[in-house]
């Protein structure tokens, strides 16, 4: 599995690459990962931790 820095570096990468969903792109592979290793639907809950409120 990839680190947290491996993981920025990917979305980075893919925002050089045009790709306007990097974060959609990344997170998606990694769930699908995820689901394919457990075999089991993956469910993820989020908030929005990150907008400082």
């Known amino acids: 599995m990839a680190t947290w ?3 920025l570096g990917e979305i ?4 050089n690459d045009g ?3 990097a974060f959609d792109t ?3 592979k990694y769930i699908k990962i995820l ?6 639907d993956t469910i ?5 931790w990150t ?3």
């Open 5 to 7: 820095g491996q993981i």
């Open 12 to 15: 980075h990468s893919a925002i």
């Open 19 to 21: 790709d306007t969903r």
């Open 26 to 28: 990344v997170r998606n």
């Open 35 to 40: 689901s394919d290793y457990t075999h089991q």
């Open 44 to 48: 993820v809950y989020a908030s929005r």
């Open 51 to 53: 907008s400082g409120l």
